[in-house]
């Protein structure tokens, strides 16, 4: 499959900005996600965005994709504790039938 | 709102024992999928189907057959569980169309070789 990577761990303090960053190998990708994972629960959708844009912001969200580099990043602005989840950066090519996921990068919020 | 159903939220089997996961949608979606998540290694595919009685492998098959007998139920099989079987199974649907569809997930199933 493609490869989709992420770092697995970060930690930042209640009311600063955290930014997760994610790469991938797939070029023919054509839709990528974000996806938040709380303790015990399935994925949820957080957003997503289209190959062909480079920016997409929804509240306190903003994703950035940089085609050239194939490297994706999403960013919470003032970082609250109950954002402390994993997340995952997915993609998936022109036919959406196969989604590609990261390992996961575990958010922790310290108060 | 779309909801995906896993049967069980924490299971515990022995091993060698005939396992099923089950997993039920209510929205008429084309495209299930199973997948596994263990920690550091994220999500891996296990098997996907496109249709009723349509399967194909994902990426990681082996050890595991799928039943789709019905549009809203998707089922995982272990044939003849083993320990490293162990490991949180995600189901998710997803309709047929553009990309900004996303898939949608069960709350996963926690499943435990003895």
């Known amino acids: 499959g493609e490869d989709v990577e992420q770092s697995l761990f970060l930690s930042v303090r209640e009311g600063d900005s955290s930014v997760i960053n994610c790469t991938y190998t797939?070029?023919?990708?054509?839709?990528l996600y974000w996806y938040k994972q709380e303790p015990g629960a399935g994925l949820q959708l957080l957003t997503y965005?289209?190959?062909?844009?480079d920016m997409k912001q929804d509240q306190r969200l903003t994703v950035l994709l940089n085609k050239k580099d194939k490297h994706l990043s999403l960013r919470i602005a003032d970082t609250q504790t109950g954002d402390s989840a994993i997340y995952f950066c997915a993609e998936t090519p022109y036919n959406f039938n196969k989604f590609y996921f990261g390992s996961g990068t575990k958010l922790n919020v310290k108060p | 709102d779309v909801k995906v159903t896993q049967s069980s939220r924490y299971l515990v089997k022995r091993t060698g024992e005939k396992v099923f996961l089950e997993c039920v949608q209510d929205?008429?979606?084309?495209?299930m999928f199973w997948y596994r998540q263990d920690p550091g290694l994220g999500l891996r595919l296990i098997y996907f189907?496109?249709?009723?009685?349509?399967?194909e492998k994902g990426d990681i098959p082996e050890g595991y057959s799928v039943s789709r007998e019905k549009k809203e139920r998707f089922s995982l099989i272990l044939e003849s569980a083993s320990t490293n079987q162990t490991s949180m199974y995600l189901c998710a649907s997803l309709p047929t169309g553009t990309g900004n569809q996303p898939q949608h997930f069960g709350d996963g199933t926690r499943l435990s070789i003895l």
């Open positions: 797939d070029s023919s990708s054509t839709y």
């Open positions: 189907s496109y249709d009723v009685k349509m399967k």
């Open positions: 965005i289209f190959s062909n844009m």
């Open positions: 929205m008429d979606h084309e495209n």
